[in-house]
């Protein structure tokens, strides 16, 4: 069973966003300003988690260290968000390995978020030079 399935699928994540919404209002180590319209006007984050947790096959939403490092600013900060959404995912169903294959999951987006790098070009497909020059 994915961690999906296990956190109670699509409708269970889109209901835990207003609460991850209000702890990180309330959370004085978060500007929330620049954020907020993740929340309200993007489902972008609510995609990406349900992708992460192996409900979707893929996410063509923002990269994620565009969508995460306007809130994620340092590595204490990033791990408060993730501490957050622990805390909304997993409240009232404390399940130590599926909260640690999530935790594991976050960890391994860290240094995407924190310090992205540009990523090489890839050829899509080639041309030999003498049909070119044709």
């Known amino acids: 069973m994915t961690l999906y399935m296990k956190l109670g699928g699509r409708e269970a994540v889109v209901r835990s966003m207003p609460r991850l919404q209000a702890r990180l209002e309330q959370d004085p180590c978060f500007d929330v300003t620049m954020f ?26 923002k990269p994620v260290c565009e969508l995460l490092s306007p809130i994620c600013t340092c590595t204490d900060v990033y791990e408060r968000f993730v501490d957050h959404l622990v805390v909304v995912f997993f409240a009232g ?24 790098r ?12 003498e049909l070119i020059s044709a």
């Open 118 to 129: 540009p990523v090489d070009p890839i050829m899509v497909y080639s041309v030999e030079q």
């Open 93 to 116: 169903s404390r399940n130590e390995n599926d909260e640690a294959e999530f935790r594991s999951l976050m960890d391994a987006l860290q240094p995407q978020v924190l310090d992205p």
């Open 36 to 61: 907020r319209q993740e929340f309200e006007h993007s489902d972008d984050l609510t995609e990406f988690l349900i992708f992460l947790a192996g409900g979707a096959p893929f996410y063509d939403g």
